[in-house]
């Protein structure tokens, strides 16, 4: 019986959650699905985006789904990173069948760093402007890049580049590219390259194969990631792990995108995939497999799928279709 | 008679630049051109990126054509637009025949600036990392965003979009984001909307068509356009201009290439489109189409071309095509 702690959060959020835990109530594995609030919705009826009450059941339970936040996401989601020192974010970039990918054979990984770099919180007014401080610490440094090492050891992944803006950023991801090369020294049988950032976001588009894990800063892997999900296909697609020493935190990458919200036709393929990736922060990677399956078989139909996708069914349809193929395996 | 100052560079800038300006060479407009030096190769004679003297060539010139500076860029380009005020940085991305696009009808320009934002060159050690300065200015913002709705308005075109992390970056993209819609108050007839920078990443893959100008800060501004070069071909195709109240300077976005240098194979198109720039910041815009259409043939033709853009034809070939189309305009 795994403790789950459930932030359903604002629009879409809610829906794609509805969908995902509809779902995972047909497992064999058995959840104690705990609830809490947070998000535009919350924060409107209390004044605070961010209740303490949540960061509490987040920090007492083994793992949590969180589906999204509107336009308090920073003081939400970037606080319950902070907080809870979810160092890593974790996001998968895969082609999946029945998607409008550009090209269907890209599967990648990035490895975000996720407590520091630009999302330091250190804004402040000058006489005429502000400015922000980009934070780049050799602990935060070696953690992450320590992480997509032994990441890519785990999952069989064969090379690890470290993207950043060194010619510009001397110091700071001077100080990002020294750990980087300082722990691979550690992992040989690794191949191992970096690049400047905006290389990669052509060569993301012109080269994907390029990349096997990329390990990166706080913004840089946050605008890299989009720029993934724009090659498989869109936000519907790309789900997210944020993980630290104690907790996990899973996600889909895209936000509450109030203009589809209360319509109940979002994709909830990227809720779904951030379930998997649960399971397997977990270990409980039969059923992770097994999920994953039942969702790639739909997609693959392309028949009982949302709009976005082709199709026209709802959220609840396609996660009924999704429950369907998961039980039968 | 326009006097021109020009900088090589290094690798590749050196062998783009010596195509570019065999072309310049047939036209009826009448330009001395002042070389002056900088980039690695000056670094290792001299232990100086960047002589004074080059500054002040190209201060006294009415623009400047610049290949590329390899590992000491920082310390040439960057350290150019600062000391000669170049506050606007112009890269339209445009699909042309013949080429590796993606959509083939990608047309959009990014307006970058160029002065300020992680570039302030504002980094320090700390105890246990280092620390870089964002740095946000009203007037800096309002300048490039009134840029923007200006050259919308001369070019014709409809939309303008300031792309920022304002949900993260609240104070700092904050001040960016007022500029935008204060300046937009005077260009009524121009639309407007903002995107965050991360969603753009993924919009200039799905829905390219979504931007006609994109405004943006300096760092989003470099990887935008980079992304933006993967979108039609790579980064031999994509021209930039430096814009500044004095002065001029159009460089390739593309860098010096170490590793395709000294092969004379390098795609000349960049550097050629730069000086298309450099003919319209000039007003001679008649000469700037001349010689646009003249490697539009070339390109759309496909005999002629370099490697990347699936020919054989050596840099200097691919020039001596572009020129005879050019003379014949
Ligand atoms: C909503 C926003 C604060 C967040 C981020 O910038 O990290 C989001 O874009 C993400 O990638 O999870
Ligand atoms: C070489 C580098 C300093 C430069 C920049 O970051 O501006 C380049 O990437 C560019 O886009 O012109």
Known sequence: MYKIAVIPGD???KEVMEATLHILDASDI???FKFADAGDEYAEKTGIPLPQETIDIVKQSQACLFGAAGESAADVIVKLRRELDLFVN????????GTKCIFDDV??????????GLYSGIEEYTEDGATAVRVITNKAS???CRFAFEYAEKTGRKKVTAVHKANVL??????????FYKVAEEFTEIETDDRYVDATAMFLITHPNMFDIIVTTNLFGDILSDEGAGLVGGLGLIPSANIGENQ???????GSAPRLAGKGIANPSAMILSAVMMLDYLDENEEARKLEKALITVLRENKVVTADLGGDATTMEMAAEVKTKFVRE
């Not at 974790?90 to 069948?97: S, T, W």
């Not at 599967?107 to 520091?116: L, M, Y």
């Open 30 to 32: 058995e959840f104690e």
């Open 107 to 116: 599967d990648f990984v990035i490895v975000r760093e996720n407590t520091e």
């Open 248 to 254: 996990g935190l899973f996600e889909p990458v895209h």
């Open 90 to 97: 974790l996001r998968p970039v895969k082609a999946y069948p």
């Open 170 to 179: 001397k110091k700071t991801d001077g100080i990002f590219k020294n750990n």
């Open 142 to 144: 070696e953690r992450i």
């Open 11 to 13: 629009g879409i959020g």
